[in-house]
């Protein structure tokens, strides 16, 4: 089944007790916060009743643009050097399977690499 993303755009305060309760049964607490539910006949209707508080997107559209951003990052096969960033070092070290200590510093990582 289809599945939609509802984002609570305005907030429910100053509105009457039933719209709070619908927007807090669909699990949106804070403004901005966004779940995926199921595209029913139910929360279809839930969402009508709170529709000027939400904004409803697909969710498939969503996980595409997710998966866009999740993907890693391709690793230069140069070896960084000490004008590298700290992000780069530690990506190359990742990538190597080498080890460091997570409050390392940057010329620590470097002596890493060597």
């Known amino acids: 089944m289809a599945q939609i993303t509802?984002?609570?755009t305005k907030s429910p305060i100053s509105r009457i007790p039933v719209q709070r309760?619908?927007?807090?049964?669909?699990?949106l607490g804070k403004?901005?916060?966004s779940v995926v539910k199921e595209d029913t006949a139910a929360i279809r209707a839930m969402v009508a009743?709170?529709?000027?508080?939400?904004?409803?997107?697909?969710?498939?559209?969503?996980k595409k643009k997710a998966a866009k951003k999740a993907a890693p990052?391709?690793?230069?096969?140069?070896?960084?050097t000490s004008a590298s960033k700290v992000a780069e070092i530690k990506a190359y070290l990742n990538a190597e399977g080498i080890a460091y200590p997570a409050d390392a510093k940057k010329a620590d990582l470097v002596a890493l690499i060597k």
Do not use: F, Q, R
């Open 73 to 80: 990052k391709a690793v230069s096969a140069d070896k960084p």
């Open 21 to 27: 309760k619908t927007v807090k049964a669909l699990g």
């Open 31 to 33: 403004m901005g916060s």
């Open 6 to 8: 509802l984002t609570l």
């Open 49 to 62: 009743s709170v529709g000027h508080l939400v904004t409803i997107t697909e969710a498939a559209a969503d």
